[in-house]
């Protein structure tokens, strides 16, 4: 599998990242580590879990993602071929979450003893805590670094002016800063004034950012639960409306033209984006994985990326602007 840096934390990692929100829950150990194996079978080396997953699923507590990773790092001995992220700040049974330098140390000590390992590749804060200063924040986190229990740190759901203030305050102190976001992201655009609860979409501003500060940017539910090509699945709501129809339109029209699925077509055009968005896949069958994995091969040409670029956009005719 290609391989990329991430940002300016330079740590090497697969172009796709594997999601592990349902491993060791709803997908059982065997399932779990046979995924796993066929991801990294397959070149992937980054894995992505956090402290909470998943305790909102019936008889769960919280852990089991971390727990299950870790069971199949020690089993497999191959904790040096990974790149582990987790992540902090949600509430579970036995944790009040947040991001207060108390919580920051015992969670990520308690991520470690589930992991089975003695660092965190990537540590991201998961949501924002405006009850706790910033420079608390970011000071704990350095404190992490400093002491080898993480290498680089991320952003997950939270605003651009908070990860920019963060990474000013951060800059002062030579403390390390937030090197990689992660958020929400997908071929489709919300819809203004889409609601997605705590999680943030990527943004044309944050972009921006990215480019210019060598933030690198992760992109999960990119596929939208098979929404994009499942008959039983709907084009969520914060999504459904005309824009959505057009570059529906145009998604198809490039993927048939380029000899891909849909979900192809959407990989490859995060991949090849600027800035280019790491896509996290997952799924509960190796075949889903291997038709992820297998968009790697696949290239868009620069009139394609255009194409998918300027569906839905508005264009200027004789001074006045209509919908494409």
């Not at 991320?154 to 937030?178: C, D, M, Q, T, V």
């Not at 490039?254 to 799924?283: F, K, N, Y």
Request: aromatic share 8%; proline share 4%; charged share 25%.
């Amino acid at each position: 599998m290609k391989k990329v840096k991430l940002g300016r934390s330079k740590i090497e990692v697969s172009a796709l990242a594997m999601g592990t929100d349902l491993i060791g829950s709803k997908i059982n150990q065997e399932t779990s580590f046979n995924l796993f194996d066929f991801f990294r079978d397959n070149g992937g080396t980054l894995v992505d879990t956090a402290n909470f997953y998943a305790s909102w699923l019936p008889g769960c507590k919280g852990g089991e993602s971390e727990t299950t990773l870790g069971q199949w790092m020690k089993e497999r001995k191959n904790r040096d071929e990974i790149v582990v992220s987790s992540k902090l700040a949600f509430d579970y049974p036995g944790c009040d979450g947040g991001l207060s330098a108390v919580e920051i140390q015992r969670e990520c000590e308690k991520s470690l003893k589930r992991l089975q390992t003695d660092r965190i590749d990537l540590y991201y804060a998961h949501r924002d805590d405006h009850e706790t200063p910033l420079e608390e924040i970011m000071e704990a986190f350095d404190g992490l670094v400093k002491a080898g229990k993480v290498r680089a740190i991320g952003a997950s759901n939270l605003f651009l002016w908070r990860i920019a203030e963060a990474n000013a305050i951060s800059r002062i102190h030579k403390w390390s800063g937030y090197s990689v976001v992660e958020q929400r992201y997908t071929y489709l655009r919300p819809r203004h004034g889409a609601d997605f609860g705590p999680q943030i979409f990527i943004s044309e501003e944050l972009k921006h950012y990215a480019r210019i500060y060598d933030v690198a940017l992760i992109g999960y539910s990119v596929l939208l639960q098979g929404a994009y090509t499942r008959s039983d699945r709907e084009v969520p709501t914060q999504f459904a409306g005309p824009d959505s129809d057009e570059r529906l339109r145009v998604l198809k029209a490039v993927a048939s033209e380029a000899g891909c699925s849909l979900s192809q077509a959407i990989i490859a055009w995060m991949r090849q984006s600027d800035p280019p968005i790491l896509p996290i896949i997952a799924g509960s069958k190796i075949e889903q994985l291997r038709e992820n994995i297998a968009a790697l091969d696949v290239t868009l040409s620069s009139d394609q990326m255009r194409l998918l670029d300027a569906a839905g956009n508005p264009v200027v005719k004789q001074g006045w602007i209509q919908p494409t």
